[in-house]
């Protein structure tokens, strides 16, 4: 759990009783690759912090796309549910052996209340993934395929993580697609 408790100082600024207190209210899991965090219709109630391993966003159901790829270090939820509580319309699937730990919903809100600097913590977490989010829809836009390829190629650990069929996906092509991309640039 040290990984989270730097997670958590690096973004806030807590006493050791307030650390101790926000800390108390996380759990462990850990998922095997290829199950589900959570299942599309089920309502997030939880946020997550990614210790080791990644999970993936999945949207669709006949024709699986994969919108969203969490690494270790991260700390997320499925916003739209979470925030409604209404159904997702997502299964977050782990795509290697994953540990996370996370906070029950209920517990967020008293750690909003008890302590102030949470919400700053909370804001700071948000901002960092807008702007993530922000960064991929320009990428999307404004970059070809074969450029976000190759940006994907220098994040590491990134291409061991993801098959070619979720890199695919992720990337708007079809496995064949990203074949030939491959196959042009090895050249």
Not at 48 to 59: D, N, T, W
Not at 84 to 103: D, H, V, W
């Amino acid at each position: 759990m040290k990984d989270l408790s730097d997670f958590i100082n690096i973004n806030g600024c807590f006493s050791e009783d307030e650390l101790y207190l926000i800390m108390s209210k996380f759990h462990s899991k850990n998922l095997d690759k290829g199950k589900l965090l959570l299942k599309r219709g089920q309502v997030a109630d939880r946020y997550y912090y990614v210790s080791c391993g990644a999970l993936r966003f999945v949207y669709g159901e006949e024709r699986e796309l994969t919108a969203w790829v969490v690494l270790p270090g991260e700390f997320f939820t499925e916003i739209s549910s979470f925030k409604y509580q209404e159904p997702t319309r997502f299964n977050i699937e782990a795509i290697e052996e994953t540990e996370l730990y996370y906070i029950e919903r209920k517990d967020m809100e008293i750690l909003y209340r008890q302590i102030p600097a949470w919400q700053e913590f909370g804001r700071k977490i948000w901002e960092s993934m807008a702007i993530r989010m922000i960064d991929e829809i320009i990428r999307f836009q404004t970059m070809t395929v074969e450029e976000r390829y190759l940006e994907f190629l220098q994040k590491p650990g990134f291409m061991q993580r993801v098959s070619v069929k979720q890199l695919a996906s992720y990337l708007g092509i079809t496995p064949n697609a990203l074949s030939r991309i491959r196959k042009n640039i090895r050249k």
